[in-house]
């Protein structure tokens, strides 16, 4: 509970509700940015645009997950009632050595990626491609660094705040990017605009970061004795979110393969259109996290399974009322953000991503649960069997179906592993605990 004013209100929900005006925002302002890019750059520099885009899934792994482990260490601080600053120091600094490297990495590879990625579209030299994957890379890498900011934010249960920042971020970003449209200077760049739009989703954590570090290195020194077990628990996170982008972050590289341009830019609209209904749970989510894991230090798996069943069945709710409203004003919504498509949203699309969003919000759930207590096996076993089933799926589905066949490939591959795998995993937890109790 938080004191003053709000003390009657849970703390979890404060910090939702923050989360939910800062997704809010970060996401009218996406949906604002889809009008301005597409009218800038075309459906076939957008095109280029959204599958930039779909990287940042991979690249905010440069941080090696470092910010979900100190997000447990505080957890457990304060459970403990111990000063975390000493942990919060000696993660930063080990996050700024990860993105480091891997700029580095970008930096080498760049070339060799971009030809990779961008290949298909020809209308861009090599060069220019090159210059669109660092104007995206290396911000990426500057957001996860600072992400560990807002980990720490969570911890401290001001999650809020880690999402009214990047909406910050996102609405600066959109605005410079729309100045630059009217400067009419030239033809828009895609390299430039694609730098514009990120830079400030970068600098704006990075200097919370940095403020939050120097303030903790005012009374301690980064502490070699934590180096191992923030990174022990942070290696495990990564390789777990590696296999994770094996199975979410691969759609736009098959389709950009595989489908026209047309129908990447509606799965983009759509998928931007679902994922506001999403952010409103994963807020949720995540404010939940430190919740759960100081009830799971406490061994009070009571209130764990009451916090599950709670908020699973408000996010099948809200979901499924959310993917008929989208289905009414469908055509409305396509008109306002991307006239230039000159089509709807299929329904069937509309219909698939509902129920998509809707296995997330079981999956995601059971996964927080897994993680607030730093148990990451089963998502080490069974995530490579998902990423396998998702590209091979969805590479199928893309060529016997379309764009649909995308859709269902990713949920085929959550109905033959995570959707009953995960849940069983926290029972089998509960149920343990509760026998040795």
């Not at 938080?2 to 997704?23: D, H, K, N, Q, T």
């Not at 090696?64 to 942990?87: K, M, T, W, Y």
């Not at 580095?104 to 669109?132: C, E, K, V």
């Not at 600072?146 to 910050?168: D, E, K, M, T």
Request: charged letters at 10%.
């Amino acid at each position: 509970m938080l004191p003053g004013v709000f003390g009657r209100i849970p703390s979890v929900w404060l910090v939702a509700g923050g989360s939910w005006a800062g997704r809010g925002i970060q996401v009218i302002a996406q949906l604002i940015a889809v009008r301005i890019l597409t009218d800038g750059l075309g459906t076939a520099g957008y095109g280029v645009f959204v599958v930039l885009t779909s990287l940042n899934g991979w690249l905010l792994l440069s941080d090696f997950c470092l910010g979900i482990s100190l997000q447990n260490h505080i957890s457990e601080r304060r459970a403990a009632g111990v000063d975390p600053d000493d942990v919060i120091l000696t993660g930063a600094v080990l996050s700024l050595l990860g993105a480091a490297i891997i700029s580095l990495a970008l930096l080498l590879l760049g070339p060799w990626l971009s030809g990779l990625i961008l290949g298909n579209f020809t209308f861009l030299s090599s060069a220019q491609r090159t210059l669109a994957l660092y104007a995206l890379g290396f911000p990426a890498i500057g957001t996860a660094l600072g992400g560990v900011i807002y980990r720490v934010w969570f911890g401290q249960h001001r999650g809020y705040l880690s999402n009214l920042l990047p909406a910050a971020g996102t609405v600066i970003g959109t605005a410079s990017v729309w100045m630059l449209q009217q400067s009419h200077v030239g033809a828009p760049d895609i390299a430039l605009t694609t730098l514009i739009y990120y830079v400030f989703m970068a600098l704006l954590p990075m200097t919370a970061l940095a403020v939050t570090a120097v303030r903790a290195a005012r009374h301690h020194r980064f502490q070699r004795a934590l180096v191992r077990p923030l990174m022990s628990r942070a290696i495990g996170f990564w390789v777990s979110g590696l296999l994770a982008a094996a199975v979410l972050q691969v759609d736009y590289i098959i389709m950009v393969q595989v489908l026209p341009v047309h129908d990447i830019v509606i799965y983009n609209v759509a998928t931007k259109i679902f994922l506001l209904i999403f952010f409103v749970y994963n807020a949720l989510l995540l404010a939940l996290w430190p919740v759960c894991s100081e009830a799971i230090a406490r061994h009070d798996w009571h209130q764990v399974t009451g916090i599950v069943r709670k908020y699973i069945a408000f996010g099948f709710a809200f979901t499924l009322v959310a993917g008929l409203g989208i289905a009414v004003v469908n055509a409305w919504i396509v008109h306002i953000l991307a006239p230039g498509l000159g089509t709807s949203i299929p329904l069937l699309v509309i219909g698939l991503l509902t129920f998509y969003t809707m296995i997330r919000v079981w999956t995601d759930t059971f996964a927080m649960v897994l993680q607030s207590m730093n148990d990451l096996l089963l998502m080490w076993l069974v995530a490579p069997i998902q990423s396998l089933l998702s590209i091979s799926l969805q590479i199928l589905g893309a060529r016997w179906f379309g764009l649909p066949g995308v859709i269902g490939g990713l949920i085929g591959c959550f109905l033959l592993t995570a959707v009953w795998m995960l849940p069983l995993r926290c029972w089998l937890h509960a149920r343990h605990q509760m026998i040795s109790a």
